[in-house]
């Protein structure tokens, strides 16, 4: 019985096993299916438009990566990038990953683009704003829903209530204006800068009818939040590989969207629940409750109230969408209209006059006063002629659309570059210069309608024109009444970068020279205006060894990438640190060291410990208290925070010097690694310069001394050097102490115990010269024969600075080359 049991069992246990065997295989024959099928959709869609991408001009791509390429060696200025291709072909296409992107620049073409239902809906990167906004007039397809929302918000947003919104634009701007006053002494201001916080008040009261914050608290949390989103999304949309939501989910961009987008719909959900609130009780009649002043926000809220017209969701994406479409753009513009009449007087004098003619007093802005600033809103027009508002308006076809020569094919995105548009000879006049009197009725008669496009046009138009035209024209008005404006810079803007003709032609006289005596020597070709930097790039971590297989290979050859005061300043700070008063500094070094030893001995016990690592608190307690007289704090506290923040800055400098691109300061100062540099200079000097204030009190009694004490005393007496010169040179002495020393006792640790043999003579030599456990004195230091022999051998093998940067001024033999 137990024998007949047993085998039932196994045969049960076999069929199981069968049955799962089979419904295993049926599943991943479903899933293959399923991937079989989406493959296929795909390669039939693609192929498509491979082949209709052929008939359209353009750079070659790679492989489901396309053109990406093109954008991430130009991160910052996409602009440049689709201007030089849009000037050679006006009609062009770009493969963005495998998305076929088309450009067009021609009038003929924008208009039937824009007027085509085909082409009626956003491209697919919009749907990368997801979930921060969604479905909104922003990235919501064509259709009845687009149309009523539309429908709801244009007569709130421009229509009746225009007036009391220039209530709030009057008292905030002339609020700003008035804060500016007080700054107006300065050489020069940040005009985008000091407007911000005017734009975030207008916006916190005008579209959400909340107080603002933005000037009396100096508070731009949500306003930051919101445009550091905009940067993720546009560097989302030229990085095909974070088009997959759960691969940008990983990534640290894809962090900080998911982080910023919770904060800000935190931040409208608390303001809707609350009017939501308070019109439901207006509606219910609540005596108690008084209707506030009108905002966008909170007539769209009274009106979805009365006809439950939108839901929470979409409320939220629309209250995003209307800061987007306001603040940085109405702020940009502004900006550069400031710039624009700074740099032409009579253009400034004219709107001047202008403003001066229709108001004589110091009045507001009224609306009946909009229509009279003609000269005003034709230089608007010229500001965002050259500086569009969207440089490009993208949109996707739903099905094939017929251009002048091409064929749109279904599928593709179309990119409407306003920016090349706005600039065709054809239709302007001098199109690179700033002419305000081309918006004049009898010059723009006979100008194609769609060859200026400043709020796009047709279903997808701007709904905020007016609103943001009437703002523009209250920011100029009061900004021209109190100031006069002047530029202090002396060259010329050119589409979207500085460029200085006059330097340009400078650099290229002396480099014209440095590329003909360059090719005398030997070395590895270089790519035009980027020289060999790739060749540092790719090895970023380790250009020491891109230097040394180069220099074995020609032991003189050739990359492409100081006077009396140093004499005196040498002069000066050589005797202090090497001089007499060495037996001082070497009391601390043997304190600290021992210090350092007993805590080491701690961990004598752990299986491995990192030297480099331990060694840096002692280093930094010898620095402070050797170098600046100060109490170490590393090696009780763990403090290492001015060490590090230095380093650090080393760091940043060393990627500075193999990044061309950052040379100029204007442009490092705007990357990450310049705010970082700057704000770590800031914790420097600071420091430096609390240091050094803290000596010269005649109440003090004379320290035991230290480098930076005995400096200033000669300073003190002999006015040898500033205080500036002071706290550089402060600066310097660590960079040239703490890391070398540090760096070389830690390959002299790492080669002794690789070589016993070499350990064992250290060794005797040291018990032969100190039979006790005594402190190191300087007449000891000369003793130290073999010892000193083991530091050259590691200085040799590691040196402390493996390159010694020059500058050459002028030529100079070396052998037979020059």
């Known amino acids: 019985m137990l024998l007949q049991l047993n085998f039932l069992m196994s045969e049960i246990l076999s069929i199981n096993y069968s049955i799962t065997q089979c419904l295993v295989s049926f599943v991943i024959l479903l899933c293959g299916l399923y991937c079989w099928k989406i493959s296929y959709k795909l390669w039939i869609k693609y192929s498509k438009l491979i082949k209709a991408g052929k008939s359209f001009p353009g750079p070659r791509g790679i492989p489901l990566l396309g053109n990406v390429f093109e954008f991430l060696l130009n991160r910052n200025d996409a602009l440049t990038v689709m201007a030089e291709l849009g000037r050679k072909y006006p009609t062009n296409r770009l493969w963005l990953g495998p998305q076929l992107v088309i450009n067009i620049s021609l009038p003929k073409d924008i208009e039937v683009v824009i007027k085509s239902g085909k082409t009626a809906n956003k491209a697919f990167v919009y749907k990368f704003m997801e979930p921060g906004v969604k479905n909104s007039l922003i990235n919501r397809d064509a259709g009845p829903l687009l149309r009523a929302h539309r429908k709801l918000l244009i007569p709130i947003i421009n229509g009746e209530y225009l007036e009391s919104y220039m209530q709030v634009m009057n008292e905030q701007v002339r609020r700003s204006v008035n804060i500016l006053a007080k700054k107006a002494d300065l050489k020069e201001i940040d005009i985008y800068d000091e407007t911000e916080y005017c734009m975030a008040d207008i916006a916190y009261e005008l579209l959400y009818g909340i107080p603002g914050v933005g000037q009396d608290q100096g508070d731009l949390f949500i306003p930051h939040t919101i445009i550091n989103s905009l940067d993720i999304f546009y560097h989302r949309v030229i990085s095909p590989w974070l088009h997959p939501t759960f691969l940008f989910n990983f990534s640290k961009s894809g962090k900080i969207w998911s982080a910023n987008t919770k904060v800000a719909q935190n931040f409208f959900q608390k303001i809707i629940i609350e009017k939501r609130k308070l019109y439901e009780a207006l509606a219910r009649g609540d005596p108690n409750v008084k209707k506030p002043k009108p905002s966008i926000l909170d007539l769209l809220i009274e009106h979805v109230v009365e006809t439950n017209a939108m839901n929470e969701e979409e409320i939220i994406s629309e209250a995003a969408t209307l800061f987007i479409g306001f603040y940085e753009t109405v702020l940009g513009i502004y900006s550069f209209m400031i710039l624009m009449l700074a740099m032409h007087p009579e253009q400034q004098k004219k709107v001047r006059e202008e403003v001066m003619a229709v108001f004589e007093t110091d009045r507001d802005v009224m609306k009946e006063d909009l229509g009279k600033l003609k000269h005003t809103e034709m230089v608007i027009k010229e500001v965002i002629r050259l500086f569009p508002i969207g440089p490009f308006l993208l949109r996707e076809a739903t099905d094939d659309l017929k251009l002048d020569k091409y064929t749109l094919p279904k599928g593709a995105t179309v990119i409407i570059m306003p920016f090349l548009a706005h600039r065709l000879e054809e239709y302007w006049d001098e199109p690179n210069s700033f002419i305000p009197e081309r ?5 723009s008669k006979d ?22 035209m009437a703002c523009l024209k209250i920011m100029i008005v009061h900004f021209i009444r109190k100031y006069q404006l002047k530029c202090l810079v002396s060259f010329v803007i050119l589409l979207c ?3 200085c003709w006059k330097i340009s032609y400078k650099l290229w006289i002396k480099y014209s020279k440095l590329i ?7 070395g590895p070709p270089g790519i035009p205006l980027l020289g060999n930097i790739f060749e540092f790039l790719m090895n970023k971590n380790d250009a020491l060894t891109v230097m040394t297989e180069l220099g074995r290979k020609y032991p003189t050859n050739r990359l492409w ?15 202090i640190i090497s001089g007499e008063y060495l037996v001082n500094y070497m009391q601390v070094m043997n304190e600290q060291v021992r210090r350092s030893i007993n805590i080491l001995a701690k961990k004598a016990d752990l299986k491995e410990i990192d030297i480099y690592d331990e060694t840096e608190y002692c280093m930094a307690d010898i620095a402070y208290e050797t170098l600046y007289g100060i109490p170490g704090v590393a090696q009780e506290q763990g403090d290492l925070f001015i060490p590090h923040t230095i380093i650090n800055s080393l760091d940043i400098y060393y990627n500075r010097a193999i990044s061309p691109w950052l040379y100029p300061t204007f442009l490092f100062n705007l990357t990450k690694s310049g705010k970082i540099w700057s704000a770590n200079t800031k914790i420097g000097q600071d420091f430096y310069q609390k240091v050094t204030l803290a000596r010269g009190d005649p ?11 005995l400096l200033i005393e000669n300073v003190v007496k002999t006015n040898a050097i500033t205080d500036e010169e002071i706290i550089s040179e402060a600066a310097t002495l660590f960079i040239g102490f703490y890391d070398t020393t540090l760096g070389i006792y830690s390959f002299m ?26 402190d190191v004195m300087e007449q000891d230091l000369g003793k130290l024969k073999y010892t000193e022999m083991v530091i050259k051998e590691v200085i040799r093998l590691f040196p402390i600075g493996p390159f010694l940067p020059r500058e050459v001024t002028d030529d100079l033999k070396l052998g037979s080359i020059n």
């Open 497 to 499: 970068g500085l460029y």
């Open 749 to 774: 640790t790492l080669m002794l115990a690789m070589h016993p043999e070499q350990q064992k003579k250290v060794r005797e030599e040291v018990m032969t010269v100190f039979e006790t456990d005594r």
């Open 447 to 468: 100008r194609h309608p769609f060859a200026f496009i400043p709020f796009s046009g047709g279903p997808r138009s701007c709904p905020g024109s007016k609103f943001g």
């Open 561 to 575: 990438l100081a006077g009396p005061l140093l004499r005196a300043h040498r002069k000066l700070l050589t005797p």
């Open 516 to 522: 003909k005596a360059g090719k005398s020597f030997p």
């Open 439 to 443: 918006f004049l009725p009898e010059n």
């Open 699 to 709: 109440d003090v009694k004379k320290p035991k001394p230290s480098i930076l004490d």
